[in-house]
């Protein structure tokens, strides 16, 4: 079946946060805190796909008890950033490639799949009507969460006949307090994210509310996020809560090897991850997709051979692992200190994004 093409209508907010208010909130953002001050909806059933998509102002929902969500769970996210740069224009990275993602998703929850152009159009249309909320300088931007669910009001177990899709938007300072500091990290060995055929590589909310236990558990322990390990033997480092994981392997020949764990099917192929292993051969790092296990990181750093780690994603960039700590015992990477490696790719992608740098990639897409 084909459904028309989705055009937005635009209803602008009556009262917008003040210039002055606005302003405040930019200067010290912190994550996911403040919205602007428009959002869009877009509306599908199944009898007449995807309609009414609107850029309107950012309001609560009104949600009906027997909404399906709330029970079953039919629910999945996406994560990109808008920056501002330098001549002031703005853009945002690989918005395709999480359009992409979020198919993938969609087609995991048995849910509808939105066309890439409008995904992105959604997108870049939010940009632009709240383009004073893009922070200016540094590496500030505007995060933007494009999201679905089922909003078809039933209590059987199936998949939905209605859907909403919506993006917000959130200015967004570092993700972890403190700038570019190393974290510390706690293995779980108790709990799993992922297992083989699960919902691993799609990005649902239901994958966060699993991990929330282990990032209490790993905060109990003092560390700032979990390392998730493979299901089956515990054994294979598979990725953070909301980060894919790079290790470096000492030089050979001069020639550093950047090691990230291969998508098995159970984490989730990250687009700073895809980015980072292109910018990294590009750079002369040799690069490798492999299992990598526990005993390799820890036996690598007490060798000398495994000389540093960071964890990837949209809201942490690139952020260096300083400190492993587990059940049986923990052990520090790199002095705690952030690795030249780290710091290279960390600056090469930062550049590209912001655009500091020219993008041989075709990944910067601009919206205003
Ligand atoms: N892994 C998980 C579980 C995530 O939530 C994220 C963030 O989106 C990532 C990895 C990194 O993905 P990306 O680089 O596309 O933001
Ligand atoms: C992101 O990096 O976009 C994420 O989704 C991570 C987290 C905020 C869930």
Redesign the pocket.
Known sequence: MTFPAVDFALRPSANPLPAEQREAVLAAPGFGRHFTDHMVTIKWTTERGWHDAEVGPYAPLSLDPANMTLHYGQSIFE?LKAYRRPDDSVALFRPEANAARFQRSAARLAMPELPIDVFVDACANLVRQDLAWVPRGGEASLYLRPFMFATEVALGVKPASEYLFMVIASPAGAYFTGGVKPVSVWLSQEYVRAAPGGTGEA?CAG?YAASLLAQAEAAEHGCDQVVWLDAVERRWVE??????LCFVRACENGVPTLVTPALTGT??P????DSLLRLAGDLGCRTEERRVSVAEWREGVADGTLTEVFA????AVVTPVGEVRSAEGGWTVAGGATGPVTTRLREALLDIQTGRAVDPYGWVYKVA
């Open positions: 994560g990005k994958n990725e953070m809560g909301g980060m894919n984490l989730l990250g687009i700073t991850r990837c994603g949209t809201a």
